[in-house]
């Protein structure tokens, strides 16, 4: 009997937990349609723009990111800096703007090792958007929705304060999510940036077109998710609804952007390097026939 009884117990305690992953699961995506039904009430001008901006940096990045790798480089430590300033400091515009300048300064001078380190940054955020969704909290003493229900239509400032609200919300979501994350997950998470580290830096070239493409189809992606939520089309519950579709289609473009990337820009690399190589002979003829002049 008594056996029967644990066994009943743990029953009951595995369809609980399974009960609160889904719960817990639903979260982020209740966070994600949440903000779906506010950009409803955006001023257009706060979706249309940086939507159309992330459209055309993300091609940029796509295809041809890898010719232009230390513009690039710059221009992602830059946005990693920004980034990092906004969350890290007091988020005034001051603060923000030096970090950027540091990051994109820093980019530059040590560019190996800003793409490796951010290559394994990317694989770092794909881990954690898998392993972190059941630990999101359904609830939050934060709800940046009231700010929306004030009226029908919000201003520019004001949907920009509510995009800010969004974000201020969800990050600590995801430091106490971090804080109840298993140590496996943080080992997995680990293994990850490090295996991707190391082969990032012994595979520079790959590693760098592989960044190139996979930002640039991450920046499309929510480029079109911005012109989407602007037409109201409801982007990110069909997303949801279709996750492996569209994951696929991620990978797909990153495959196809980093394939592009390393064969093109071989041939340009290949074309500059001989109109260098033929500068210098040209140039050391014309010195061998000064030189017989003078003689």
Known sequence: MSGQATAKRSAQTSVALAKTERQNKGAML?????????????APLVLIAPGLAAIIVGLFIWLGGLGFRRLLVALMGAISGGIC????????????????SLAALIAI?????????????????FGFAILLGPYIQATSTANPGKIANQGSTVTISQSVEIVKAYAIDFTGRTKQACSQ?????????AALAVIVAVAGFWLWRLASALCCAASGA????????????????????KI???????????????????????????REERKARGEKRANRDKQGTEQTIQSWRTS
């Open 109 to 125: 001078i040590f560019e190996r090792l800003f793409v490796t380190v951010l290559l394994a940054a990317l694989a770092v955020a």
């Open 30 to 42: 209740e966070i994600l349609q949440s903000f779906e039904q506010v950009t409803a009430r955006f």
């Open 218 to 237: 991450l920046l499309i992606f929510v480029g079109m998710i911005l012109l989407l939520l602007y037409k109201g089309s409801a982007p990110i519950t």
């Open 85 to 100: 300033g906004f969350f890290l400091s007091s988020r005034n515009i001051i603060s923000v703007t030096i970090a950027a």
């Open 240 to 266: 949801a609804d279709r996750t492996p579709f569209y994951a696929a289609l991620f990978i797909g473009m990153t495959a196809f952007g980093t394939l592009e990337q390393l064969l093109l820009c071989r």
């Open 181 to 189: 994350m298993p140590l496996y997950s943080w080992a997995i998470i």
